[in-house]
């Protein structure tokens, strides 16, 4: 498996090791307004940007709904809805787009992280802000190369495929891939650099990815993949996105995320991840509230151990990262 795909490069952050760096998150919901609002609630930090966008195929009352939770909060954004479509390029503009406005509005963020409105947060936001202290100048999403470690899906970029508001469909006819250039595969879940992003909006060298993606199958997982492995963009990419998610068969070779319970704690205990997915509150909700109920211990542990050490040493741990507390506690 690879870990450390390009070498890390001098990066602008590199200097600033003892700053906490903030994060761009840019959520896309399509149900589920209430369970939205938890997510948003646990994940926020008043230094943070949030960015949502409402599919326009959601029911009627979700994007009002959300927008009037929004408004108290004046670091939390919202995009114009559009029609999102699950395996459409639809999906890989939206990500764009969201990049563009955090980009283009004078924020202050270091680094992106894309979220479904069905995920949740294993960690605190100090937790995660150390995560991040620790990796600056580092990419994580899940990365393969394609035609060998996934060979059966390699119909998605040597057919052509159209995203329209009738539904998506094929052509049986083949079409040849960008020429001297390799797929890469992986996953739709991202933590990028700001300067990461900026390559992706703004390098000439994208174009040609964009015109060719819009027109296969589950661009969403391949795109980003492709363009930062072969384009001059020369950060650090790791093979993890740090996302906790259990797949389970969805028919035929296709794969699906289980939706996670009580049942899945020990699961998501597991690991260094940072959010897991997906989670339906209408199913269960226990599991959610376990995970808010860890949340707010884990911060309240992570400031108590800083604060009890001597006065020369509490500067200093106040940017290393907190053991936390276990779910184990929660089980007894």
């Not at 991040?132 to 060979?151: D, T």
């Not at 997915?277 to 599991?287: C, L, S």
């Amino acid at each position: 498996m690879i870990q450390e795909i390009k070498e890390e490069s001098s990066h602008p952050l590199n200097s600033r090791k003892n700053q906490e760096p903030r994060i761009a998150y840019f959520i896309l919901v399509h149900r589920y307004p209430e369970q939205f609002k938890r997510l948003f609630k646990a994940i926020y930090h008043p230094e943070n940007h949030y960015l949502i966008h409402v599919d326009q195929k959601s029911v009627s009352g979700v994007n009002q709904e959300v927008n009037k939770f929004l408004l108290n909060y004046s670091n939390a954004y919202t995009l114009t809805s559009k029609r999102v479509s699950w395996g459409g390029y639809s999906m890989v503009q939206s990500e764009l787009k969201a990049m563009v406005y955090l980009l283009s509005h004078s924020l202050k963020w270091d680094f992106f992280i894309n979220l479904s409105g069905q995920d949740f947060p294993l960690k605190s936001q100090e937790s995660i802000f150390d995560f991040l202290g620790q990796n600056l100048g580092r990419n994580f999403l899940k990365i393969a190369n394609q035609s060998q470690e996934r060979p059966n899906t390699m119909n998605r970029i040597d057919h052509f495929f159209s995203d329209k508001n009738a539904g998506f469909s094929g052509t049986e006819a083949k079409r040849a891939f960008l020429k001297n250039v390799t797929s890469y595969i992986g996953g739709r879940w991202m933590i990028l650099t700001r300067s990461c992003c900026d390559f992706i909006c703004t390098s000439p060298e994208v174009k040609k990815y964009e015109d060719f993606y819009q027109n296969t199958l589950i661009s969403e997982e391949s795109f980003f993949q492709t363009v930062l492995m072969n384009t001059s963009f020369s950060e650090e990419i790791t093979n993890d996105d740090k996302r906790a998610i259990i797949w389970i068969p969805d028919g035929g070779m296709d794969l699906r995320p289980k939706t996670l319970t009580i049942n899945d704690l020990l699961f998501l205990q597991e690991g260094d991840n940072l959010f897991a997915r997906k989670f339906d509150m209408q199913i269960d909700e226990t599991v959610l509230e376990v995970l808010e109920m860890n949340l707010k211990t884990e911060k309240a542990t992570m400031f108590l151990e800083k604060a009890l050490l001597p006065n020369d040493s509490r500067k200093e741990a106040y940017l290393k990262p907190s053991t936390g507390i276990p779910f184990s506690l929660f089980n007894h």
